[in-house]
């Protein structure tokens, strides 16, 4: 038997505010991977709201597999907390590696100070029920479903899916594919060096395919073109913190060499969080991206 795969990318959900170059703020659209065999699936990275749980789900009944398991990259939000309805909508498990277990905590825990200011009344109930397999590994209708942990990319601890029989890998927000990359918590570990190491661990796994957190529906999931530009990015991004004074010079200048890139709210985050732990560097980083993002 032999297996397939499949991506649904939802929309992001509305906000108020604008941004410094006039548009509405929005979110990036995120990805989801429905990994299947002749009867049973495995998604991954479910989403942030009641709305992208109901219409992934929706999209994942019409394939007409039994949902095994959820599994998730990393603790961000808005990666996981549709997790819960669509597990009890399908009796799924879901699955992480151990150290996103403590940073999906630390989500829930922000919940108040940021998504359910961001989101007020859209976000489910989002208890923390992942479960970690032994060795990093499960199966899909008997094929090597691997989770390896790559470390710090746009947040700690964070893991991609590698499933060899496909040369895919699910890569969360280790690899971005034509959206503005959250590159703010950098700020924490003294700049893009540990990303960098994450991008190596995956080249390393030879994919051909690379399915990205967030990315632009209208492009492909080429896996070299994929890291190629996500390490692009990462050294413009050091380029330009060099020779931009401000969080709007580097924000304009951002925009300037990537006009077509989606996401330009987690630009601006990533702007003011990089540039105020800049200019105030006895604070701590993690406060001042909370600040950012508000």
């Not at 590696?97 to 976000?123: C, E, F, H, T």
């Not at 034509?178 to 994450?198: D, L």
């Given at each position: 038997m032999s297996l397939a795969y499949d991506v649904f990318v939802n929309d992001p959900p509305p906000q108020d505010?604008?941004?410094?170059?006039?548009?509405?703020?929005?979110?990036?659209?995120?990805?989801?991977?429905?990994?299947?065999?002749?009867?049973d699936a495995v998604l991954t990275d479910p989403g942030l709201t009641e709305d992208h749980a109901r219409v992934l789900g929706d999209w994942v009944a019409a394939r007409g597999r039994n949902l095994t398991d959820i599994f998730i990259t990393h603790g961000h939000g808005d990666h996981w907390f549709a997790a819960g309805p669509l597990a009890e909508r399908f009796g799924a498990r879901v699955v992480v590696s151990p150290g996103v277990i403590a940073q999906m905590r630390g989500n829930v825990a922000a919940r108040p100070l940021l998504w359910d200011k961001l989101y007020a009344g859209l976000i489910p109930p989002s208890p923390v029920t992942a479960v970690t397999v032994p060795d990093n590994q499960f199966t899909l209708e008997g094929h090597a479903m691997?989770?390896?942990?790559?470390?710090?990319?746009?947040?700690?601890?964070?893991?991609?899916?590698?499933?060899?029989?496909?040369?895919?890998?699910?890569a969360g927000d280790a690899i971005y594919n034509g959206v503005h990359m959250y590159t703010g918590q950098s700020a924490a570990v003294g700049g893009f060096g540990p990303w960098r190491a994450a991008i190596d661990r995956i080249e390393a796994l030879e994919p051909r395919h690379i399915v990205c957190g967030h990315q632009n529906k209208r492009l492909d999931d080429d896996a070299s073109r994929t890291i190629a530009q996500t390490r692009q990015y990462l050294d413009d991004a050091e380029d330009l913190l060099k020779t931009e004074n401000t969080a709007a010079d580097f924000f304009n200048a951002k925009i300037e060499r990537y006009p077509d890139h989606l996401g330009r709210y987690v630009l601006w985050v990533s702007a003011r969080t990089l540039y105020g732990a800049r200019e105030h560097p006895d604070e701590a980083v993690g406060r001042i991206a909370l600040s950012s993002w508000l």
């Amino acid at each position: 038997m032999s297996l397939a795969y499949d991506v649904f990318v939802n929309d992001p959900p509305p906000q108020d505010g604008c941004l410094p170059d006039g548009e509405p703020k929005r979110f990036s659209p995120t990805a989801s991977t429905l990994i299947y065999g002749d009867e049973d699936a495995v998604l991954t990275d479910p989403g942030l709201t009641e709305d992208h749980a109901r219409v992934l789900g929706d999209w994942v009944a019409a394939r007409g597999r039994n949902l095994t398991d959820i599994f998730i990259t990393h603790g961000h939000g808005d990666h996981w907390f549709a997790a819960g309805p669509l597990a009890e909508r399908f009796g799924a498990r879901v699955v992480v590696s151990p150290g996103v277990i403590a940073q999906m905590r630390g989500n829930v825990a922000a919940r108040p100070l940021l998504w359910d200011k961001l989101y007020a009344g859209l976000i489910p109930p989002s208890p923390v029920t992942a479960v970690t397999v032994p060795d990093n590994q499960f199966t899909l209708e008997g094929h090597a479903m691997v989770i390896v942990e790559v470390g710090h990319t746009d947040s700690d601890d964070t893991s991609v899916l590698h499933v060899p029989d496909l040369g895919l890998v699910v890569a969360g927000d280790a690899i971005y594919n034509g959206v503005h990359m959250y590159t703010g918590q950098s700020a924490a570990v003294g700049g893009f060096g540990p990303w960098r190491a994450a991008i190596d661990r995956i080249e390393a796994l030879e994919p051909r395919h690379i399915v990205c957190g967030h990315q632009n529906k209208r492009l492909d999931d080429d896996a070299s073109r994929t890291i190629a530009q996500t390490r692009q990015y990462l050294d413009d991004a050091e380029d330009l913190l060099k020779t931009e004074n401000t969080a709007a010079d580097f924000f304009n200048a951002k925009i300037e060499r990537y006009p077509d890139h989606l996401g330009r709210y987690v630009l601006w985050v990533s702007a003011r969080t990089l540039y105020g732990a800049r200019e105030h560097p006895d604070e701590a980083v993690g406060r001042i991206a909370l600040s950012s993002w508000l």
